[in-house]
């Protein structure tokens, strides 16, 4: 595949609830090489689209296709065998364990020790933050140094699609922007990313492709800088 080809592609997802609808007709691409972003407020149903892409939750309709093998209906490990990986809201890190410990676990599906070795000191160098913290337990962090943690223990399963739910949520504007620049090296290194924020100023300046969702339904696509520069984003999500 080269560069722009689809990596996930979503077609006519729906997500049901009970009786309650949560999602429906979503489609959407992450192309290899870039950074798509979905945007929306809160209770829009942005991490039902993600639950059910890692599922966590199974879709009542559609197509999850990942470089063409669809993955709905599929338990959660075994997406993440296939190289789905997931950075949840609220880090979700095991706060009594050590950084290296949630870091290790998050190999916890591979078997090649040489590699998971290399790879955690390629990950590290995402992270310089977390070089001196891997024997601190995670509750002694802070918050944005708990974040790299998630970014970090995900990108230990060596996925090919990292996603992440709202990585910026409760951050400092400096530690964002660090948080942002880690992102930004992610997908230069090859890893491709499906990014959910509230935070719609950062996500539009990182991402390529933008998906506006509004009450479970795609209500805007297009490149990132073509939806910021629109009066409807604009006004609803960068208060401009």
């Known amino acids: 595949m080269t560069t722009g080809d689809p990596v996930l592609s979503v077609d006519g997802l729906a997500v049901d609830y009970g009786k309650v609808r949560a999602v429906s007709d979503i489609k959407l691409e992450v192309q290899r090489g870039r ?7 809160n209770g829009a149903g942005k991490t039902t689209v993600l639950k059910a892409i890692t599922g966590l939750v199974k879709p009542s309709a559609g197509q999850i296709l990942l470089n ?9 490990d075994r997406i993440v ?12 890190l095991f706060p009594s364990m050590t950084v290296l410990e949630n870091l290790e676990l998050g190999a916890y599906l591979r078997s090649d020790t040489a ?3 290399r790879d955690l000191e390629r990950i590290l160098n995402y ?12 509750m002694n962090l802070s918050g944005g140094q708990q974040q790299m943690v998630a970014v970090a223990r995900a990108l230990m399963s060596a996925p090919r699609l990292l996603l992440l739910d709202e990585p910026s949520v409760g951050l400092a504007p400096a530690i964002v922007e660090t948080i942002a620049s880690i992102i930004r090296s992610i997908s230069e290194s090859g890893t491709d ?48």
């Open 193 to 240: 990313i499906l990014l959910v924020e509230q935070n719609a100023h950062m996500a539009l300046a990182l991402a390529d492709r933008a998906y506006v969702l509004e009450n479970g339904q795609i209500a805007m696509v297009g490149p990132a800088n073509e939806l910021a520069a629109s009066d409807h984003v604009r006004q609803l999500y960068l208060s401009v």
């Open 127 to 138: 992270f310089p933050a977390l070089k001196d913290r891997l024997q601190a337990r995670a």
């Open 115 to 117: 590699a998971i070795a």
């Open 35 to 41: 950074i798509a972003t979905m945007i929306g407020s």
């Open 68 to 76: 063409g093998e669809n993955l709905a209906g599929l338990e959660a």
């Open 81 to 92: 065998g296939r190289g789905v990986s997931l950075v949840p809201e609220g880090r979700r």
